[in-house]
């Protein structure tokens, strides 16, 4: 018989919880699904993590994991990955906005002989500023990276266990799973969906983070930023040469005073501002690099439930 792991990240869901459980405890119970749920309480703040041990009194397919500290969405979810026993292995947030009942429609797209099936958001209940952001993130995204990354999907998704184990092949330290989802292959399908908004408590993404995973996803899966720096550098050189001639002209053939004060004013301040940027883009990729040597491990489990030794 097919088990269904479905891993939820978490972070300060205390209030939330029991109603996402109940919400997975009724697609179990309706599709008679072979069930293990595992949570990863990432650093929370809250007692997210006493109420994994409550619950787990409740649902004997529960299983907790508590890490030291916060250590960001992507890697909660990767840990939840690694210790996944399923033959499909679903992905969710821990806030509702993903609709559990849509993973019975992303396993049946499995058994007709897909591989991955992944949620795509046709319409976000969140404000325009946040709509406008991720609708343009993912287009620029899409557009500079090496690989096609599906528009509009995050990782709500189920995947055979072949894909996973591939995806965990990957080592790196700023982990974009939705990419490194993308980059593996296989035969993939979106859904469309509507999300729906948050209900209860607050979203965990602040903006650094999800700048973070702006910049996860543009830096390891793009070259173009590098490739713009050159770029810059070649049209800086042409106007240069182009203001140079020009000005040989005003002072050989032409009567009118060269004024340079303000010109060389504007001209030093504009590239050395180029040059403070291009070195960022230089600097990131290099923090990744030395992100790799270290090596260190990608998270620190504090705790677990439910898992046999």
Known sequence: MLKLSIIIPVYNSFIIMPDLLLAIEKERILHSWNLEVILIDDGSKDNSYSQIEQLSKSYNYLKGIKLARNFGHQIAVRTGLKVASGNYIAIIDDDLQDPPFLIQQFIQKLEEGFDVAFGVRKKR?????????????????????????????????????????????????????????????????????????????????????????????????????????????????????????????????????????????????????????????????????????????HAVIASKIGFNE
């Open 125 to 297: 209940k969140e404000n325009q500023l946040k709509r406008t952001a991720y609708y343009l993130f993912y287009r620029i995204l899409n557009k500079i990276s090496s690989i096609k990354i599906p528009l509009d999907s995050g990782d709500f998704c189920v995947m055979k266990k072949e894909v996973v184990s591939n995806m965990l092949l990957f080592h790196e330290q700023n982990v974009y799973l939705r990419g490194i989802r993308a980059w593996v292959g296989f035969k993939q399908v979106g859904i469309e969906y509507e999300r729906n908004a948050r209900e209860i408590g607050e979203s965990g993404y602040s903006i650094k983070k999800l700048f973070k995973i702006a910049k996860d996803g543009i830096f390891s899966f793009s070259n173009v930023p590098l490739k713009l720096i050159t770029i810059s550098g070649q049209l800086g050189l042409i106007a240069a040469a182009a203001y140079t001639f020009y000005v040989i002209y005003l002072n050989l053939v032409s009567d009118i005073p060269v004024k340079g004060f303000s010109t060389i004013t504007i001209l030093i301040s504009f590239f050395s501002s180029l040059i403070l940027i291009c070195l960022g883009i230089i600097g990131e990729y290099i923090i990744r690099i030395y992100d790799e040597v270290r090596n260190r491990p």
